[in-house]
């Protein structure tokens, strides 16, 4: 009886010592729980409401937080949610777009950052949202009318940057978009050809988007401070059928996935690293069994390929085919993901991924 009713009054909790907590000691408190319970806080007070997008709560608790991040296919046959591969656990789940977020007319998801997608709509706009946060902005386009290639959002330490070409201007011209001040400023544009390819994106390194041209292939970049073009002085690998690059984000590295043959018709896929002294290194090859599917699947039409990162692994995708060809960088190895189980089997085209790592605070 006496240690029932000791440990009865160990476990209660004073309101009269509670309520007079510090602010600083009970912030401290909150970075400890974990995000879905934050969340559900935010509806008992309003105090806890506005506590979460706090800058310096933001501050603390960001830096200890970490949220699980997935593959995310789109398909414009998805209309209210997305499916989302986690590849740690292994499974399937759905992200539901909330009702707030339901988009007003058509919309194309072009590219993601960090936990931000970037959605092109019909009324000539593009859309980025938050889906965590369940925040978004819309950002009208430069001018009217405006025809867009190779967008890329990368996500600065204040917030976002949006990069996209339009050889369609009076002139080929460069565009680069700043949340910071939410306004667009042009560049000039990059003399040579560089879209052979509808869907792959830059790959952010060292400051700098990186390119593939069109044969005869070379590597170029865009400074996002400057605005200013330069090229990558190296040998690139001989008999190359078609070049993507793709960046780790992390450790600073540049990989590029390429096939190799004659005539355009590829008979090996190979993977190099920007290594010292800016030399192409050969890290791996694609075993034949599954180059042989990977090179069917896309039949000789390499501008239905694009790569991107994701938590460690390369992603080598096809336009036209819903299955992912990843290598796994810690492992060595190569790997398909499996079909989306919640996807027709009549779909035939149409395929995006992208890397979707969810982020509370991250900033619209």
Known sequence: MVVNTLMKSQTEMNPGIWSKLP??????????????TLLNLRS?????????????????????????SFLLLYHPQFYSYFPL??????????????????FPS???LVSSSNGLLCFSLSNSSFLVCNLLGKSSRVIQHPFFPFTFELLTLVSTPKGYKIFMLCSKFPSNYAFLYDSKDHSWTRHDGFQQLLVDNLYQEGAFYKGCLWFS????????????????????????????????????????KLYLVGGMGRNGISRSVRLWELGKGEKWEELERLPELMCRKFLSVCYHNYEQVYCF???????????????????????????????????????????????????LYALV
Request: aromatic share 14%; glycine share 4%; proline share 8%.
């Open 213 to 252: 041209t069109p044969e005869p292939f070379s590597i170029v970049r865009f400074d996002l401070e400057s605005g200013k073009w330069g090229n990558l002085n190296t040998e690139m690998p001989r008999e190359l059928t078609f070049v993507r690059l793709v960046s780790d984000g992390v450790k600073r």
């Open 44 to 68: 008992t007070c309003k105090n806890f409401n506005s506590l979460v997008f706090t800058p310096p709560f933001v501050s603390k608790h960001s830096s200890g937080s970490h949220l699980s």
């Open 309 to 359: 990162w994701h938590e460690g692994m390369i992603c080598v995708c096809c336009h036209t085919w819903p299955e992912i060809l990843y290598y796994k960088v810690s492992r060595r190895s190569w790997h398909w993901l499996p079909k989306c189980p919640l996807m027709p089997d009549k779909w035939s085209s149409g395929f995006k991924w992208f890397s979707f790592a969810p982020q």
């Open 106 to 108: 058509e919309f194309n």
């Open 23 to 36: 602010q600083e000691l009970l912030e401290h408190i909150l970075c400890f729980l974990p995000l879905k």
């Open 85 to 102: 591969y986690d590849i740690t656990i292994g499974s399937w789940r759905k992200l539901v777009v909330p009702d707030s977020l339901l």
